[in-house]
């Protein structure tokens, strides 16, 4: 007996009317993709048949994905080669091997900012302002950051012997053994006894945290900084600092905002298209977490972007934060990566935007005007900061950052003139003054919007544009002479003409054409009601000899 289980007649009808209108659509999309590779894969054919050298193949390969990501004109979506994944992955984890140091360029050597807390480099004794000289056998002088890093990397283990030259001028040679590194995202306001200081006001319980990038460790890093201070007392204010935060992990951010959220929306994220089916998603927060409570002032600037603008704008438009500084960024957009087969690499993309409690998305667009983007500050909380005066404020911010023997004087209490004057840093004073104002009336000031200055970053690209424009004068000016230059006889006429009264009287006037070492070529006499510019295009003038008597023509 076959104890198959039979389908019913209706079932089999059924089955074959879905297989008659998927397959052919399914079939006709397989045969639409085979048509759109059909003139790439001639084209490399043709190229490895015909082309005077043999191709790289690989290097075409790479070439046409690169290309096909760049067609699609958004600066976040991106092709990162076989050879640039592992530092792609590190800066998206934070996780790396190395010796954990904060590093920079300085006159063609690679320089110690400062080794990180508890790093392989501190512990065998790297300190912030050494110059790496050599790295084993390679030599730094002239070479690029990045490839010096790539020497520090390495086996969780294995040793690198660096050549420093100190501060002191003096040079030595220091063994530091490679050791797993999460890059910390969380800083204080300053080093004392080379542990971060958190505190602005201790006897207020006024606080400070600088966040540098969202990673799955920033909110763990977060709660353990500011652990301590909650067992000495209530935190009575939090100044959470996301100025030159480019962004990071989509999930840290939501993280971060729902710990001083009690309710209410964080973000919600949905593609554009039309003909995508993803349905809306929110991200809310719950009660129950411990700053939720806490009375908070958000630091932005034009250079604080994606994941700090999700929590900037939901702390701003569920009314939770004071925001000071500048329009942020406006970055709305959400990545993915994917890795591609046989180990061609990576390709992160865009496949959705934010979208603020408010409603509104974002996300910087060239047709849309001006107050669409980004996140802006509170009213009457506008502090502008040209280029120049964000350079100064980190530069100086360092020299308090660095693990160092010489650490700076620190005031117990970080008040605003010391924060203006020795920490250089107006928007960082003007919080302190929202946060003591609200420690001793609980309640914020009344600001006025109307005292707000004009947007900083539309002033900035304006003078940016506006740069640009007088350079590329300057440029065309020196080009223009370059061909005159190299036009030889015509530039001598060329140069003749700059200046040329139009309601000159020419007629009868002769003119010496000359060539670039000075020899006479001939000389021109300009006919009666002669245009002499399009004379010497056409060359239509009359010869003179030099006798200055009429030649014959």
């Known amino acids: 007996m076959n104890t198959r289980q039979i389908l019913p007649p209706i079932l089999l009808i059924a089955m074959a009317a879905i ?12 045969a639409r993709n085979y048509d759109w590779f059909s003139p790439v894969i001639d084209t490399r ?20 994905i690169e290309a096909i990501v760049e067609s699609l004109d958004d600066p976040y979506t991106m092709y990162v080669a076989p050879s640039h994944t592992d530092e792609f992955q590190k800066d998206l984890s934070g996780h790396y091997v190395g010796i954990g140091a904060h590093v920079n360029g300085r006159a ?27 790295i084993d056998d390679f030599d730094t002088k002239g070479q690029p950051v990045q490839t010096c ?8 283990g294995s040793e690198v012997r660096v050549h420093v030259r100190h501060t002191d001028e003096s040079e030595e040679w220091l063994t530091v053994v490679r050791q797993p590194i999460t890059a910390p995202t969380v800083s204080g306001l300053a080093r004392h006894n080379q542990a971060w200081r958190y505190h602005l006001d201790e006897s207020r319980g ?6 540098n990038q969202f990673t799955m460790d920033t909110v763990p890093q977060l709660l353990e900084a500011l652990e301590p201070l909650t067992r000495q007392g209530p935190l009575n204010g939090l100044v959470l600092d996301l100025r030159g935060n480019p962004g990071g992990a989509l999930p840290a951010a939501i993280d971060m905002a729902e710990l001083f959220l009690d309710g209410g929306e964080i973000v919600s994220i949905a593609p554009a298209r039309e003909d995508r089916t993803d349905e809306r998603r929110t991200a809310t927060a719950s009660p129950g977490e411990a700053f939720e409570g806490t009375p908070m002032v958000v630091l932005i600037d034009e250079h604080s972007a994606s994941a700090s603008e999700i929590v900037a704008g939901a702390l701003r438009d569920n009314n939770r934060a004071m925001i000071v500084g500048e329009r942020s960024f ?20 865009t496949t959705a935007y934010y979208f603020v409690p408010s409603g509104r998305n974002i996300h910087r667009r060239r047709h849309l005007p001006d107050e669409a983007w980004g996140v802006d500050p509170s009213p009457g909380c506008v502090v502008p900061e040209t280029p120049e005066d964000m350079l100064k404020r980190v530069e100086r911010r360092w020299v308090f950052d660095a693990i160092t023997d010489d650490e700076p004087d620190l005031p117990q209490v970080a008040d605003e003139a010391w924060l203006r004057t020795e920490y250089n840093d ?48 300057r440029h065309l000016v020196q080009l223009n002479d ?6 030889g006889s015509e530039a001598t006429v060329e140069r003749g003409l700059v200046g040329l009264d139009e309601d000159v009287d020419m007629a009868g006037a002769e003119i010496t054409l000359r060539a670039a070492d000075g020899s006479t070529l001939g000389t021109w006499r300009v006919a009666e009601n002669e245009d002499i510019r399009a004379s010497l295009g056409a060359l239509e003038l009359e010869p003179v000899t030099d006798d200055g008597k009429d030649d014959a023509g």
Do not use: C
């Not at 054919?45 to 046409?64: H, K, R, T, W, Y």
């Not at 890093?149 to 969780?156: A, C, N």
């Open 206 to 211: 006024l606080a400070y945290a600088r966040v």
């Open 45 to 64: 054919s043709i190229l490895m048949n015909g082309f005077v050298e043999l191709p790289d193949e690989s290097a075409m390969q790479q070439a046409a």
């Open 330 to 349: 406006g970055k709305g957009s959400v990545q993915e990566v994917r890795p591609l087969d046989d180990d061609m690499g990576m390709l992160k993309f």
């Open 426 to 473: 107006p928007a960082l004073a003007e919080a302190m003054t929202l946060l003591r104002h609200h420690h001793a009336h609980q309640d914020w000031p009344e600001l006025d919007e109307d005292e707000d200055p004009a947007f900083p970053p539309l002033q900035a690209d304006l003078d940016a544009a506006l740069d640009r424009r007088e350079a590329f004068e």
């Open 149 to 156: 890093i790539d020497e520090l990397l390495g086996e969780p």
């Open 19 to 30: 297989l008659a209108t998927t397959l052919p659509s399914a079939i006709a999309g397989r």
């Open 108 to 134: 063609g050597r690679l320089e110690i900012l400062s080794p990180m807390d508890g790093s392989p480099a501190l512990e065998a004794g790297v300190r912030a302002g050494d110059v790496i000289l050599m």
């Open 482 to 487: 370059e061909i005159l230059r190299l036009m």
